[in-house]
């Protein structure tokens, strides 16, 4: 931060705890964060031609924040991660106008870049049948093909992020009838166990020969420690060869399946919110457009008008 003045540094390290003690902002998000803010203060320093101080920041023009994202953009960053970072300054901006008690307009005006949202791309029923019936037979050691088809079985039965399955401790297990997963920013949601989630786990620890501890990781590594996501990404890689199917049929897309696969049997898209552990609805919505497309498709298809 040697770009930035005392005050500016300061201040960015004020909003950051702010967002990590009272928005529980994951540390992934609050290094997103600095990164952003950090990069646009450098830029107003080298702009402007030296360190801003606040009350040179409370100055910041519309002419400022388009030179800003104009060299953002020369300099190959795409719109969607423009858009990232301009939400970054602007929640900065807004924390630092309350506090010190100026007028952020020109920041909180600029328009973010349109880009096209990208949708989920959940596996069909059956396609996430055979990822893991497949993905079972990629070892020959049968508890670790147990172990990666428990994973993908949470995944895909409870709608878990890879990093919440295996955050699992021997403490949870047996798995009961629901779970209390931590998520993003340590936002806390029950989620329900199916009896084949339950089931399929209870096996691989009927067949894991490292003894259990309560506080050791639930899922194991072959050496015994804690099974990296690397592991699980890599069974699905082979998998989904074998299966013909594309890329995008990785852990996150058994998750994006059972948000998909729940909505397309009628399931409550609030309900469904509160099960992913979705802070805003507008992200679950993502899955009604999935849906949307699915039934376009359908429709040019096999409308005798199309």
């Not at 952020?104 to 996430?128: E, I, Y």
């Given at each position: ?32 964060y600095q990164g952003d803010v950090v990069e646009f203060l450098s830029f107003i320093t080298g702009h402007k031609g030296a360190p801003q101080g606040l009350g040179a920041l409370e100055q910041i023009s519309v002419t400022d924040m388009r030179a800003w994202m104009a060299q ?155 099974l990296s996501p690397r592991a699980i990404q890599a069974v699905m890689a082979r998998a989904r060869l074998q299966l013909g199917l594309p890329a995008s049929a990785t852990p996150h897309a058994m998750r994006h399946s059972f948000a998909t696969h729940l909505l397309n049997a ?41």
């Amino acid at each position: 931060m040697t770009l930035i003045s005392p005050a500016a540094r300061d201040a960015l390290q004020g909003w950051l705890a702010y967002q990590r003690a009272l928005k529980g902002a994951a540390e992934n998000t609050l290094t997103a964060y600095q990164g952003d803010v950090v990069e646009f203060l450098s830029f107003i320093t080298g702009h402007k031609g030296a360190p801003q101080g606040l009350g040179a920041l409370e100055q910041i023009s519309v002419t400022d924040m388009r030179a800003w994202m104009a060299q953002a953009r020369a300099g190959g960053i795409g719109a969607r991660s423009l858009a990232r970072k301009l939400s970054a300054v602007k929640a900065f901006y807004r924390w630092l106008s309350d506090r010190q008690g100026f007028e952020p307009t020109a920041v909180l005006s600029t328009r973010s870049p349109k880009f096209q949202r990208k949708l989920p791309r959940p596996l069909a029923v059956d396609a996430a049948r055979d990822m893991i019936d497949t993905v079972e037979l990629q070892s020959q050691s049968p508890w670790v093909a147990a172990r990666d088809a428990a994973v993908l079985t949470l995944l895909w039965g409870c709608g878990l992020r890879i990093s919440e399955a295996l955050a699992l401790k021997g403490a949870d297990a047996p798995l009961p009838d629901t779970l209390r997963i931590t998520g993003k920013g340590g936002k806390q949601r029950i989620v329900p166990v199916l009896a084949a989630a339950r089931d399929a786990v209870a096996r691989y620890l009927h067949l894991c020969p490292h003894p259990g501890a309560p506080a050791a990781p639930l899922f194991r590594g072959v050496r015994g420690g804690a099974l990296s996501p690397r592991a699980i990404q890599a069974v699905m890689a082979r998998a989904r060869l074998q299966l013909g199917l594309p890329a995008s049929a990785t852990p996150h897309a058994m998750r994006h399946s059972f948000a998909t696969h729940l909505l397309n049997a009628g399931g409550d898209l609030r309900a469904i919110q509160e099960l992913l552990g979705h802070a805003s609805l507008s992200t679950t919505q993502a899955y009604t457009a999935v849906d949307t497309a699915r039934l376009l498709e359908v429709y040019t298809r096999a409308h005798p008008k199309a």
